[in-house]
Nanobody
């Protein structure tokens, strides 16, 4: 079993930055794609960013392109990051990381992810 634990969320003013981390433990995970999703209150969970197993391919939602950067550390740290810059109030949400064992090049489709973290709250004040 893969266990995912997110951290780094918090309260920040508009225009500020946060760096989310997602630490994976359990089975070998370096061959799997990772992704970040967000869910605002009262809304459906939606795709934010994904990174391939090697880290060589990334893909972003249009709403975060140029502001967010996904990266991963495949050594013993087994961690994926989401650097969030120029934050906006509409970025306020719970952010989840996830692992896809079926799409090693990365995917935006939630149903292609097999393991999910518990989420971390990001709140951006205006």
């Amino acid at each position: 079993q893969v266990q995912l634990v997110e951290s780094g969320g918090g309260l920040v003013q508009a225009g500020g930055s946060l760096r989310l981390s997602c630490a994976a433990s359990g089975r070998t995970w370096s061959g799997y794609a990772m992704g970040w999703f967000s869910q605002a209150a009262g809304k459906e969970r939606e795709f934010v960013a994904t990174i391939s197993w090697s880290g060589g391919r990334t893909y972003y939602a249009d709403s975060v392109k140029g502001r967010f950067t996904i990266s991963r550390d495949n050594d013993a740290k087994n961690t994926v990051y989401l650097q969030m810059n120029s934050l906006k109030p509409e970025d306020t949400a719970v952010y989840y990381c996830a692992v896809s064992t079926r799409s090693p090049s990365g995917t935006s489709k939630q149903n292609e992810y097999d393991y999910w973290g518990q989420g971390t709250q990001v709140t951006v004040s205006s």
